[in-house]
Protein backbone atom coordinates (compact mmCIF):
# COMPACT_ATOMS: atom_id res chain seq x y z
CA UNK A 1 0.00 0.00 0.00
CA UNK A 2 1.19 3.46 -1.22
CA UNK A 3 1.55 6.11 2.01
CA UNK A 4 -1.64 8.45 1.49
CA UNK A 5 -0.70 11.64 -0.23
CA UNK A 6 -3.95 14.42 -0.98
CA UNK A 7 -2.76 16.60 -4.35
CA UNK A 8 -5.15 20.10 -4.42
CA UNK A 9 -5.78 20.41 -8.05
CA UNK A 10 -8.58 21.92 -10.00
CA UNK A 11 -9.07 25.39 -12.25
CA UNK A 12 -9.27 27.43 -9.35
CA UNK A 13 -5.62 26.84 -8.48
CA UNK A 14 -4.47 27.33 -12.08
CA UNK A 15 -6.29 30.52 -11.88
CA UNK A 16 -3.60 32.34 -10.09
CA UNK A 17 -1.43 33.49 -13.05
CA UNK A 18 -0.43 36.38 -14.49
CA UNK A 19 -1.45 36.07 -17.98
CA UNK A 20 -0.25 33.45 -20.87
CA UNK A 21 3.35 34.19 -21.52
CA UNK A 22 4.18 35.14 -18.40
CA UNK A 23 7.10 32.94 -16.35
CA UNK A 24 4.18 32.45 -13.97
CA UNK A 25 1.13 31.95 -16.34
CA UNK A 26 -2.13 29.67 -15.53
CA UNK A 27 -0.64 27.10 -17.50
CA UNK A 28 1.81 25.72 -14.90
CA UNK A 29 -1.11 23.77 -12.92
CA UNK A 30 -1.69 22.15 -16.09
CA UNK A 31 1.74 20.85 -16.87
CA UNK A 32 1.95 19.29 -13.48
CA UNK A 33 -1.20 17.37 -14.06
CA UNK A 34 -0.54 16.10 -17.60
CA UNK A 35 2.56 14.79 -16.59
CA UNK A 36 1.25 13.52 -13.08
CA UNK A 37 -1.55 11.95 -15.54
CA UNK A 38 0.78 10.63 -18.40
CA UNK A 39 3.03 8.50 -15.49
CA UNK A 40 -0.05 7.17 -13.57
CA UNK A 41 0.28 9.64 -10.83
CA UNK A 42 -3.03 10.75 -10.55
CA UNK A 43 -4.70 7.67 -10.04
CA UNK A 44 -2.54 6.97 -6.86
CA UNK A 45 -3.18 9.89 -5.24
CA UNK A 46 -6.18 11.25 -3.19
CA UNK A 47 -7.10 13.93 -5.36
CA UNK A 48 -8.79 16.91 -3.46
CA UNK A 49 -10.66 20.21 -5.00
CA UNK A 50 -9.05 23.65 -3.83
CA UNK A 51 -10.93 25.98 -1.17
CA UNK A 52 -10.59 29.20 -0.56
CA UNK A 53 -9.78 30.78 2.64
CA UNK A 54 -11.43 33.72 4.29
CA UNK A 55 -10.26 37.43 4.84
CA UNK A 56 -9.54 37.00 8.74
CA UNK A 57 -7.59 33.50 8.34
CA UNK A 58 -5.34 35.72 5.00
CA UNK A 59 -5.01 38.50 8.15
CA UNK A 60 -3.44 35.38 10.59
CA UNK A 61 -0.12 36.79 8.59
CA UNK A 62 -0.83 39.92 6.63
CA UNK A 63 -1.76 43.52 7.92
CA UNK A 64 -5.45 44.01 7.04
CA UNK A 65 -4.27 47.60 5.13
CA UNK A 66 -2.68 45.46 2.99
CA UNK A 67 -5.39 42.78 2.46
CA UNK A 68 -7.64 45.41 1.91
CA UNK A 69 -5.25 46.95 -1.15
CA UNK A 70 -5.55 43.33 -2.42
CA UNK A 71 -9.17 43.07 -2.27
CA UNK A 72 -9.70 46.80 -4.03
CA UNK A 73 -6.81 46.49 -6.39
CA UNK A 74 -8.65 43.27 -7.71
CA UNK A 75 -11.70 44.52 -8.21
CA UNK A 76 -9.93 47.74 -10.60
CA UNK A 77 -7.45 44.81 -12.06
CA UNK A 78 -5.15 47.79 -12.15
CA UNK A 79 -1.33 48.61 -11.02
CA UNK A 80 0.50 46.51 -9.06
CA UNK A 81 0.88 45.00 -5.99
CA UNK A 82 4.17 45.93 -5.04
CA UNK A 83 7.34 48.03 -6.73
CA UNK A 84 6.88 46.27 -10.57
CA UNK A 85 7.30 42.28 -9.94
CA UNK A 86 3.68 41.79 -8.94
CA UNK A 87 0.74 42.78 -11.36
CA UNK A 88 -3.05 42.98 -9.91
CA UNK A 89 -5.73 41.24 -12.30
CA UNK A 90 -9.39 41.40 -12.01
CA UNK A 91 -10.40 38.13 -9.78
CA UNK A 92 -6.75 38.20 -8.32
CA UNK A 93 -7.45 38.22 -4.64
CA UNK A 94 -9.57 35.17 -5.16
CA UNK A 95 -7.13 33.69 -6.94
CA UNK A 96 -4.79 33.77 -3.82
CA UNK A 97 -7.47 32.93 -1.21
CA UNK A 98 -7.59 29.73 -2.98
CA UNK A 99 -3.98 29.09 -2.79
CA UNK A 100 -4.03 29.74 0.85
CA UNK A 101 -7.53 27.60 1.52
CA UNK A 102 -5.68 25.31 -0.27
CA UNK A 103 -3.31 24.62 1.92
CA UNK A 104 -5.02 25.17 5.03
CA UNK A 105 -7.04 22.71 3.84
CA UNK A 106 -3.95 19.93 3.47
CA UNK A 107 -2.98 20.79 6.82
CA UNK A 108 -6.15 19.96 8.36
CA UNK A 109 -6.50 16.57 6.76
CA UNK A 110 -2.64 15.91 7.45
CA UNK A 111 -3.46 16.53 10.86
CA UNK A 112 -6.74 14.87 11.07
CA UNK A 113 -5.50 11.56 9.62
CA UNK A 114 -7.22 11.61 6.47
CA UNK A 115 -3.44 11.70 4.71
CA UNK A 116 0.12 11.53 5.79
CA UNK A 117 1.53 13.60 3.55
CA UNK A 118 0.23 16.49 0.81
CA UNK A 119 1.14 18.43 -1.65
CA UNK A 120 -0.36 21.59 -3.26
CA UNK A 121 1.08 22.55 -6.76
CA UNK A 122 0.52 26.60 -6.85
CA UNK A 123 1.54 27.29 -3.54
CA UNK A 124 4.89 28.16 -1.43
CA UNK A 125 4.40 31.88 -2.23
CA UNK A 126 7.68 32.63 0.10
CA UNK A 127 8.68 36.23 -0.89
CA UNK A 128 5.47 37.83 0.23
CA UNK A 129 5.75 40.03 3.43
CA UNK A 130 2.95 40.81 5.67
CA UNK A 131 2.20 44.38 4.24
CA UNK A 132 2.78 43.91 0.72
CA UNK A 133 3.22 41.04 -2.42
CA UNK A 134 6.41 40.66 -3.94
CA UNK A 135 8.18 38.20 -7.10
CA UNK A 136 4.95 37.22 -8.07
CA UNK A 137 3.74 36.54 -4.24
CA UNK A 138 0.55 37.83 -3.11
CA UNK A 139 -0.10 35.75 -0.13
CA UNK A 140 2.42 34.28 1.41
CA UNK A 141 0.53 30.78 2.26
CA UNK A 142 3.90 29.12 4.23
CA UNK A 143 3.53 32.43 6.93
CA UNK A 144 -0.39 31.82 6.66
CA UNK A 145 0.28 27.89 7.30
CA UNK A 146 2.89 29.16 10.14
CA UNK A 147 0.61 30.82 12.05
CA UNK A 148 -2.57 29.01 11.25
CA UNK A 149 -0.44 25.65 13.00
CA UNK A 150 -0.16 27.52 15.77
CA UNK A 151 -2.70 29.44 16.22
CA UNK A 152 -5.87 26.98 15.22
CA UNK A 153 -3.86 23.40 15.60
CA UNK A 154 -1.61 24.53 18.57
CA UNK A 155 1.52 23.61 17.26
CA UNK A 156 4.84 25.30 18.06
CA UNK A 157 7.71 24.08 16.36
CA UNK A 158 7.67 24.02 12.72
CA UNK A 159 10.37 23.29 10.30
CA UNK A 160 10.27 25.50 7.27
CA UNK A 161 12.71 24.10 3.93
CA UNK A 162 12.94 25.44 0.67
CA UNK A 163 15.03 24.61 -1.74
CA UNK A 164 13.48 27.00 -4.68
CA UNK A 165 16.12 28.90 -6.55
CA UNK A 166 15.39 32.65 -4.63
CA UNK A 167 15.51 32.68 -1.42
CA UNK A 168 12.50 32.48 0.80
CA UNK A 169 12.95 35.91 2.36
CA UNK A 170 9.13 36.84 3.16
CA UNK A 171 8.97 33.64 5.72
CA UNK A 172 13.07 34.40 7.01
CA UNK A 173 12.56 38.04 7.68
CA UNK A 174 8.74 37.48 9.19
CA UNK A 175 10.36 34.90 11.44
CA UNK A 176 13.80 35.67 11.90
CA UNK A 177 13.58 36.63 15.83
CA UNK A 178 11.30 33.68 16.38
CA UNK A 179 13.36 30.69 17.88
CA UNK A 180 10.27 28.15 16.92
CA UNK A 181 10.47 28.34 13.49
CA UNK A 182 13.58 26.59 11.93
CA UNK A 183 14.23 27.30 8.94
CA UNK A 184 16.74 26.11 6.08
CA UNK A 185 17.04 27.13 2.71
CA UNK A 186 19.10 26.62 -0.12
CA UNK A 187 18.77 29.13 -2.87
CA UNK A 188 21.31 30.96 -5.58
CA UNK A 189 23.54 33.04 -3.36
CA UNK A 190 22.09 36.48 -3.37
CA UNK A 191 24.72 38.88 -5.45
CA UNK A 192 23.29 37.21 -8.60
CA UNK A 193 19.76 36.40 -8.25
CA UNK A 194 16.47 37.99 -6.57
CA UNK A 195 15.88 38.92 -4.20
CA UNK A 196 19.81 39.17 -2.96
CA UNK A 197 19.25 37.79 0.73
CA UNK A 198 20.02 35.05 2.52
CA UNK A 199 23.46 35.18 3.49
CA UNK A 200 25.43 32.00 5.06
CA UNK A 201 25.37 34.93 8.51
CA UNK A 202 21.75 34.90 8.87
CA UNK A 203 20.88 32.34 11.16
CA UNK A 204 18.38 34.36 13.19
CA UNK A 205 18.25 36.96 15.79
CA UNK A 206 17.94 37.79 19.37
CA UNK A 207 16.56 33.79 21.12
CA UNK A 208 15.92 32.70 17.34
CA UNK A 209 20.23 32.87 16.78
CA UNK A 210 21.00 29.28 15.35
CA UNK A 211 17.13 28.75 14.44
CA UNK A 212 17.77 29.63 10.59
CA UNK A 213 20.22 27.99 8.18
CA UNK A 214 21.10 30.25 4.83
CA UNK A 215 23.38 27.95 1.93
CA UNK A 216 23.44 30.24 -0.65
CA UNK A 217 24.60 28.58 -3.99
CA UNK A 218 27.31 29.81 -6.60
CA UNK A 219 25.45 30.49 -9.93
CA UNK A 220 25.61 27.00 -12.25
CA UNK A 221 25.60 24.75 -9.18
CA UNK A 222 24.48 21.34 -9.75
CA UNK A 223 23.08 18.17 -8.36
CA UNK A 224 26.82 17.25 -6.91
CA UNK A 225 27.36 20.72 -5.10
CA UNK A 226 23.51 19.90 -3.96
CA UNK A 227 23.68 16.88 -2.22
CA UNK A 228 26.58 17.57 -0.08
CA UNK A 229 24.69 21.53 1.49
CA UNK A 230 21.57 18.93 1.75
CA UNK A 231 23.27 16.50 3.90
CA UNK A 232 23.50 20.09 6.11
CA UNK A 233 19.94 21.09 5.67
CA UNK A 234 19.36 17.25 6.78
CA UNK A 235 21.50 17.06 10.00
CA UNK A 236 20.20 20.16 10.76
CA UNK A 237 16.51 19.72 11.12
CA UNK A 238 17.17 16.71 12.74
CA UNK A 239 19.13 18.75 15.12
CA UNK A 240 15.47 20.99 15.53
CA UNK A 241 12.94 17.64 16.78
CA UNK A 242 10.34 19.39 14.71
CA UNK A 243 6.17 18.89 15.15
CA UNK A 244 5.10 19.53 10.89
CA UNK A 245 7.27 20.12 8.31
CA UNK A 246 6.99 22.49 5.21
CA UNK A 247 8.60 21.97 2.05
CA UNK A 248 9.32 24.68 -0.79
CA UNK A 249 10.19 22.57 -3.23
CA UNK A 250 10.34 25.26 -6.15
CA UNK A 251 11.55 23.74 -9.75
CA UNK A 252 13.79 27.09 -10.77
CA UNK A 253 16.76 25.43 -9.20
CA UNK A 254 16.58 22.66 -12.15
CA UNK A 255 18.81 23.39 -15.18
CA UNK A 256 17.28 24.90 -18.37
CA UNK A 257 14.90 27.37 -15.65
CA UNK A 258 14.41 30.65 -17.76
CA UNK A 259 15.03 33.17 -15.05
CA UNK A 260 17.85 31.39 -12.56
CA UNK A 261 21.17 30.37 -13.07
CA UNK A 262 21.14 26.82 -10.83
CA UNK A 263 21.28 23.30 -12.58
CA UNK A 264 20.02 20.74 -10.55
CA UNK A 265 18.11 17.54 -11.74
CA UNK A 266 14.96 16.58 -10.60
CA UNK A 267 16.95 13.80 -8.82
CA UNK A 268 17.43 16.39 -6.29
CA UNK A 269 13.52 17.08 -5.52
CA UNK A 270 13.17 13.59 -4.94
CA UNK A 271 15.96 13.24 -2.79
CA UNK A 272 15.05 16.17 -0.31
CA UNK A 273 11.52 15.15 -0.28
CA UNK A 274 12.30 11.75 0.77
CA UNK A 275 14.70 12.61 3.30
CA UNK A 276 12.45 15.08 4.40
CA UNK A 277 9.53 12.05 4.38
CA UNK A 278 12.24 10.31 6.89
CA UNK A 279 12.49 13.09 9.51
CA UNK A 280 8.76 13.85 9.34
CA UNK A 281 7.77 9.90 10.09
CA UNK A 282 10.96 10.31 12.92
CA UNK A 283 9.85 13.58 14.61
CA UNK A 284 6.29 14.47 13.89
CA UNK A 285 4.38 10.99 12.26
CA UNK A 286 4.81 12.05 9.21
CA UNK A 287 2.98 15.71 9.18
CA UNK A 288 4.99 16.78 6.44
CA UNK A 289 3.42 19.32 3.17
CA UNK A 290 5.28 20.33 -0.01
CA UNK A 291 4.18 23.08 -1.71
CA UNK A 292 5.32 23.78 -5.40
CA UNK A 293 7.29 27.12 -5.44
CA UNK A 294 8.55 28.57 -8.38
CA UNK A 295 9.87 27.04 -11.64
CA UNK A 296 9.45 28.53 -14.81
CA UNK A 297 10.16 25.99 -16.81
CA UNK A 298 7.45 23.86 -17.64
CA UNK A 299 8.63 20.98 -18.10
CA UNK A 300 11.00 21.01 -15.40
CA UNK A 301 8.49 22.12 -13.17
CA UNK A 302 6.10 18.92 -14.06
CA UNK A 303 9.27 16.68 -13.71
CA UNK A 304 10.34 18.26 -10.23
CA UNK A 305 6.83 18.14 -8.74
CA UNK A 306 5.69 14.73 -9.40
CA UNK A 307 9.38 13.38 -8.77
CA UNK A 308 8.06 15.08 -5.15
CA UNK A 309 4.91 13.72 -5.24
CA UNK A 310 6.40 9.85 -6.41
CA UNK A 311 8.39 10.39 -3.35
CA UNK A 312 5.89 11.03 -0.81
CA UNK A 313 3.71 8.15 -1.78
CA UNK A 314 7.20 5.63 -1.24
CA UNK A 315 6.43 3.71 2.08
ZN1 LIG B 1 11.88 30.91 -7.12
Redesign the pocket.
Known amino acids: MPTPVCVYIGDELARYGFGEGHPFGPDRLGAFWSQAQVSGLDGRVIQCAPVSAGQAVIERFHTPDYVARVIRQSDSGTGYLDGGDTPAFPGIYEAACFVVGSVLGAIERILNGECRHAFVPIAGLHHARRDSAAGFCVFNDCGIAIETLRLQHGLRRIAYVDI ?3 HGDGVFYSFEADPDLVFADLHEDGRFLYPGTGGEGETGTGEARGTKLNIPMPPEAGDEQFYPAWERVEAFIDRQCPEFILFQC ?1 A ?1 SIAGDPITHLRYTPAAHRHAAQRLQHLAEKHCQGRLLAMG ?2 GYNRGNLALAWTAVVNALLEE
Do not use: F, K, P
Request: charged content about 30%; hydrophobic content about 15%; glycine content about 42%.
Open positions: DAHGDGG
